[in-house]
Structure formats: C-alpha cells, structure tokens
C-alpha cells in the first residue's frame, strides 16, 4: 500500500511538472524571456502560488531552460534516431526522406515549439547565449552530418545553406503562424491547412534533396517495380 501511494506522489509529480512546462512553452513562445512572470505561468497551471512552482525548478531560467531543451532535445534524438536506423538497415537514403514528415507530426504536437526556439534565437540571446548554443548546436551539427552522408545537388560549402533553408521550410510554417494568419486570413494550424502543408513539404523537401520525382509517384513507382533513376 506504502509503495502505491509513493507511486502515485511520483505521477502526481511528473504531470505537475508537464503541466508546468507546457504552460511555459506557451507563455515564452508568445512573448520571450523578459516578458513572461513566474506568477502567470503558475496562474496558467492552477498553483496556488508561484513558491509551488518552485518546487519544481529553481527560479525562471531553469525553467526556462528546461523547456526548450525539452523541445529541442526532443527533436535531435528524432533526427538521430531515424539516421541510426538508417545505418543499421542500409536504407538511409529512404529513411533520411521521412524525417521532415516525422518532425512535421512532432511540430503538430508542439506547435509552440518553433516560435520558441525562433525566440531564443532572436531577444533572448542576451539573457541565456550559452544555453541556446549548447541545445540548438547538436541540432545544426547533425543536419549537416546527415546532408552530408547523402548525395545531394549541392555544392559542399552550400551545405549550412541548404540545412538553414530546410529549417526554416519546416520549423517557420509553425514559428510564423499567427503572421500567416493576419495575411491568410485562415487559420494555418486548422487540420486541413496542415494537411495541405505536408504534401507541400514532401514535394519541396524531395526538389531540394535532388529527388525530382514526386514522393508519392516514387512509391507507386517502387511498388510496381518500376523505379527510375
């Protein structure tokens, strides 16, 4: 009985904490480091003070912190996850061609996520430059590793190039939403605006990587035996 109640203190704990961090992720994400008070987020989450949400991270950079190097942390290993079973399978160049769609599923989840890092990026640099390096650096290390691991039709020095603009074609449709919004008039996170988002990344994604044939005419290709060059 001892042992139940503990584990139910430890849940009870993990989902404050969640709660705590997707609360945060939120509040940044819309106004950045300087601009966000402990007290809202602790509001947001239904504490009865902002001590209590000390109990969770020490002051407001840890948690800071914590929220996009869960974010980000998350990412990678995606990223990395999919180029290790790639090499493992022999069929990295496949595998490879999935990893913006995975992201995009993720994002989905997280659609606060990339305006967050565009702000971390942007005004917060002043207040946590170390921090931001030391997460988002893997990141960019990693894309360029795979890009380079594949043949592409770029030159070597276009690579950083290349992984910005696949950054941004995945990450800014999300960290610009609410601009888009204000232009289209239209809710850009609606579940058939991301639908239509996602077919336009696999075909954009599939010219930039020098896969000039559509994702999905490949398969029926693949499938029938027919694959061309």
């Given at each position: 009985?001892?042992?139940?109640?503990?584990?139910?203190?430890?849940?009870?704990?993990?989902?404050?904490?969640?709660?705590?961090?997707?609360?945060?992720?939120?509040?940044?994400?819309?106004?950045?480091?300087?601009?966000?008070?402990?007290?809202?987020?602790?509001?947001?989450?239904g504490l009865r003070n902002q001590a209590s949400l000390y109990h969770h991270f020490r002051n407001k950079r840890a948690l800071y912190e914590a929220v996009l190097g869960r974010g980000v942390e998350a990412i990678v290993g995606l990223v990395a996850g999919r180029t290790s079973a790639a090499d493992r399978d022999g069929r990295q160049a496949e595998l490879l061609d999935e990893g913006p769609e995975r992201l995009l599923d993720y994002l989905i989840e997280h659609p606060h996520l990339p305006r967050l890092i565009q702000r971390a990026g942007i005004d917060d640099t002043r207040y946590l430059k170390t921090s931001v390096t030391q997460l988002l650096r893997p990141l960019y290390t990693q894309?360029?590793?795979?890009?380079?691991?594949?043949?592409?039709?770029?030159?070597?020095?276009?690579?950083?190039?290349?992984?910005?603009?696949?950054?941004?074609?995945?990450?800014?449709?999300?960290?610009?939403?609410?601009?888009?919004?204000?232009?289209?008039?239209?809710?850009?996170?609606?579940?058939?605006?991301?639908?239509?988002?996602?077919?336009?990344?696999?075909?954009?994604?599939?010219?930039?990587?020098?896969?000039?044939?559509?994702?999905?005419?490949r398969s029926v290709l693949r499938t029938r035996g027919r694959m061309h060059p």
């Open positions: 009985m001892k042992s139940r109640g503990a584990a139910a203190r430890m849940q009870d704990t993990r989902s404050t904490r969640d709660s705590i961090l997707d609360a945060a992720e939120r509040r940044f994400a819309e106004r950045g480091f300087a601009g966000v008070s402990v007290r809202e987020i602790a509001g947001d989450v894309g360029l590793r795979i890009l380079a691991a594949r043949p592409v039709p770029w030159e070597a020095a276009q690579l950083p190039h290349l992984a910005a603009g696949l950054f941004n074609l995945i990450f800014g449709y999300f960290a610009n939403a609410k601009l888009l919004e204000a232009v289209t008039q239209a809710d850009p996170l609606s579940s058939a605006a991301v639908a239509r988002q996602r077919r336009f990344l696999k075909a954009a994604v599939a010219q930039l990587l020098g896969n000039t044939t559509p994702p999905r005419v």
